[in-house]
């Protein structure tokens, strides 16, 4: 396992590893994936990053929209730009992120968070829990 880190880079995006996970700081908010992808892809090109080789796994993603507040954005748009930028650089297809939480909160500058991590083998026990809690 990688060990744990500090911030690496200085641009517009950083990554640091925590805890096995991978966190990444974007110095931009946006809905569009492609204004996201081509700094990640120059980071990560930058830092001579290859994150998985194979791209396997499943992962579980949280997401902090950290804004001022001057401009609306909607979660959900921020969260699959985000993901759609970190295709090929974190994951083969974002279909591979099988749990995503996402918040926004009041912050000084318009930054985002992601924090990446492989999926651990839950099942549905969760699920099947809250499901047998509804009367019939």
């Known amino acids: 396992m ?3 880190h500090g911030w690496i880079g200085r641009g517009r ?3 640091a590893r925590v805890d096995g996970a991978l966190v990444l700081r974007i110095n931009r ?3 569009q994936g492609s204004r996201l992808q081509k700094p990640i892809r120059d980071f990560f090109r930058a830092e001579g990053r290859k994150l ?3 791209y396997a796994g499943r992962f579980d993603v949280t997401i902090w929209i950290e804004t001022t507040g001057a401009k609306r954005f909607d979660v959900d748009n921020v969260a699959k730009a985000c993901l759609d930028a970190l295709t090929g650089a974190v994951w083969r ?3 591979q992120v099988t749990r995503l939480s996402v918040e ?4 000084e500058r318009d930054q985002v968070f992601i924090c990446a991590r492989l999926a ?3 099942g549905h026990a969760e699920f099947e829990a809250l499901l047998r809690k509804i009367p019939a």
Do not use: R, W, Y
């Open 2 to 4: 990688p060990q744990d």
């Open 13 to 15: 995006v950083q990554m």
């Open 29 to 31: 908010v946006t809905t």
């Open 52 to 54: 998985n080789k194979d």
């Open 93 to 95: 297809d974002d279909s």
């Open 104 to 107: 926004k909160l009041e912050g």
């Open 120 to 122: 651990k083998a839950t």
